[in-house]
């Protein structure tokens, strides 16, 4: 059964830094894409960052180009999103999703971890 | 950068109704790259069709999906109690490379 664990969120002030982490189990962690996706409060869903199954290619979204970094562990089966800078904005609930197959898709979702960026 | 509009933002209807929600791109995109998900209060999304029309697995029936090029539908035949959430379509685009979620569509009881 794949499960899919975040941690590490909670609440920080604006400028500062937050590390989470996706612990993965049931599949072959390697040879797939991750990635991580956000919901605001009252908002709809936002995709942040995406990484390949060997970790070489990364991609992200405009909003947190340069303050986020995403990074995976094959080893470990982890997943994590180094996230510098926060604004207010980045207020949200943190899922990171499995991408499915040869389709861009999410087939498995975490739970979900909740950033809160506030002074 | 693609857009995607969803249509409508909040729709009323009754169990046992058909609901039909609409997903538009801003311009024409590949039927392979487009899935649509359901997220209930408190939950994960939840993975519904891909590749436009294809349901995934676990997913029943009266979901369907259909459409191409910049229109594509949602299709819920007889809408169960359990059906009612919130549905975003969603696109991968090449240039640049990323995934684009649409504002979605809220499906309350009337």
């Known amino acids: 059964e794949v499960q899919l664990l975040e941690s590490g969120g909670g609440l920080v002030q604006p400028g500062g830094s937050l590390r989470l982490s996706c612990a993965a189990s049931?599949?072959?962690?390697?040879?797939?894409?991750m990635s991580w996706v956000r919901r605001a409060p009252g908002k709809g869903l936002e995709w942040v960052s995406g990484i390949s199954g060997p970790g070489g290619f990364t991609i992200y979204a405009d909003s947190v180009k340069g303050r986020f970094t995403i990074s995976r562990d094959n080893s470990k089966n982890t997943l994590s999103l180094q996230m510098n800078s926060l604004r207010v904005e980045d207020t949200a609930v943190y899922y990171c999703a499995k991408r499915g197959g040869d389709y861009p898709y999410f087939d498995y979702w975490g739970q979900g971890t909740l950033v809160t960026v506030s002074s | 950068e693609i857009v995607l509009t969803q249509s409508p933002g909040t729709l009323s209807l009754s169990p046992g109704e058909r609901a039909t929600l609409s997903c538009r791109a801003s311009?024409?995109?590949?039927?392979?790259?487009l899935a649509w998900y359901q997220q209930k209060p408190g939950q994960a999304p939840r993975l519904l069709i891909y590749?436009?029309?294809s349901r995934a697995t676990g997913i029943p029936d009266r979901f369907s999906g259909s459409g191409s090029g910049t229109d594509f539908t949602l299709t819920i035949s007889r809408l169960e109690p359990e059906d009612f959430a919130v549905y975003y379509c969603?696109?991968?685009?090449?240039?640049?490379?990323?995934?684009?979620f649409g504002q979605g569509t809220k499906l309350e009881i009337k």
């Open positions: 969603q696109l991968f685009g090449s240039s640049p490379p990323g995934y684009t």
């Open positions: 049931g599949f072959t962690f390697s040879s797939y894409a």
């Open positions: 590749g436009a029309s």
């Open positions: 311009q024409s995109v590949s039927s392979s790259y």
